[in-house]
């Protein structure tokens, strides 16, 4: 027998939730780039900029690159726990992995809305 | 009694050299391998879409570091982790909802996985940088 309490704690529940949802997002974004890009074929670069440019596609290109960010913590997050044993250096991972993730995420919203 | 059981002495291989991967489990290595390849080429990424978006001076600055034969392996290796991961990533959904959760599926869809993702590869290095 196994006598662990499993109620009071949700053992992740919402990480694997939030992995899936952001996974979905980013799979819908792709469709839809790769079905834009088809139908514009941009020939130049102010064609390409015009693309990023229109509203809705800044608002969708900021929506994936956060659920990027987010799904990447998860992912990254996980693999630390799986291989890195010594505590201290494993907290230290998971900190320089959030300051990076934060950070990406401000220089993605730079350039989208310096468009 | 279960407790017994888990206690009992049994038998262990960690030895990465001697153990067969089936391939449902290659993929699943290598769908973390290629998450982790994206993360740390996260820097890099951000740069190449911002000097494409940013200016003509940038952009046609990033088509000439791109036209570089190490940046051309380099975003191989990274188109094929992100076609790699977005294919696994659809077949984990479609096993969390029991799709496809039989061994001989599974194995199948597996197969499927890893050539889709390389013929994706192919065609998108081809159109983009050839």
């Given at each position: 027998?196994?006598?662990r309490i499993?109620?009071?704690?949700?053992?992740?529940?919402?990480?694997?939730?939030?992995?899936r949802?952001?996974?979905?997002?980013?799979?819908?974004?792709?469709?839809?780039?790769?079905?834009?890009?088809?139908?514009?074929?941009?020939?130049?670069f102010?064609a390409?900029?015009?693309?990023?440019?229109?509203g809705?596609?800044?608002?969708?290109?900021?929506?994936?690159?956060?659920?990027?960010?987010?799904?990447?913590?998860?992912?990254?997050?996980?693999?630390?726990?799986?291989?890195?044993?010594?505590?201290?250096?494993?907290?230290?991972?998971h900190?320089?992995?959030?300051?990076a993730?934060?950070g990406?995420?401000?220089?993605?919203?730079?350039?989208?809305?310096?468009? | 009694?279960?407790?017994?059981s888990?206690?009992?002495q049994?038998p262990?291989?960690?030895?990465?050299?001697?153990?067969?991967?089936?391939l449902?489990?290659?993929?699943?290595?290598?769908?973390?391998?290629?998450?982790?390849?994206?993360?740390?080429?996260?820097p890099?990424?951000?740069?190449?879409?911002?000097?494409?978006?940013?200016s003509?001076?940038?952009?046609?600055?990033f088509?000439?570091?791109?036209?570089?034969?190490?940046?051309?392996?380099?975003?191989?290796?990274?188109?094929?982790?992100?076609?790699?991961h977005?294919?696994?990533?659809?077949?984990f959904?479609?096993?969390?909802v029991?799709?496809?959760v039989?061994l001989?599926?599974?194995?199948?869809?597996?197969?499927?996985?890893?050539?889709?993702?390389l013929?994706?590869?192919?065609?998108?290095?081809?159109?983009?940088?050839?």
């Amino acid at each position: 027998m196994v006598n662990r309490i499993v109620v009071g704690a949700h053992y992740g529940l919402k990480d694997w939730i939030a992995q899936r949802a952001t996974a979905v997002v980013m799979a819908v974004y792709t469709a839809l780039i790769v079905a834009v890009i088809l139908v514009a074929r941009p020939a130049d670069f102010e064609a390409w900029r015009a693309i990023f440019a229109h509203g809705f596609i800044k608002f969708a290109s900021f929506l994936f690159a956060l659920s990027l960010f987010y799904h990447a913590w998860i992912g990254m997050r996980d693999l630390w726990m799986d291989y890195i044993k010594p505590t201290g250096l494993r907290l230290a991972l998971h900190v320089l992995t959030i300051l990076a993730l934060v950070g990406y995420a401000g220089w993605a919203a730079s350039i989208l809305w310096r468009l | 009694m279960a407790e017994m059981s888990i206690k009992k002495q049994r038998p262990k291989n960690l030895d990465l050299t001697s153990i067969r991967l089936p391939l449902p489990g290659k993929v699943s290595i290598l769908h973390r391998v290629s998450g982790a390849g994206i993360f740390l080429m996260l820097p890099l990424l951000l740069w190449i879409f911002q000097a494409s978006v940013t200016s003509p001076e940038s952009f046609e600055a990033f088509k000439a570091v791109a036209s570089h034969p190490l940046a051309k392996l380099i975003l191989a290796g990274l188109i094929w982790a992100y076609m790699h991961h977005f294919c696994a990533g659809i077949r984990f959904l479609l096993l969390d909802v029991h799709v496809g959760v039989e061994l001989q599926s599974a194995r199948q869809s597996a197969a499927v996985v890893l050539a889709v993702s390389l013929v994706l590869t192919a065609v998108l290095w081809g159109v983009l940088l050839w």
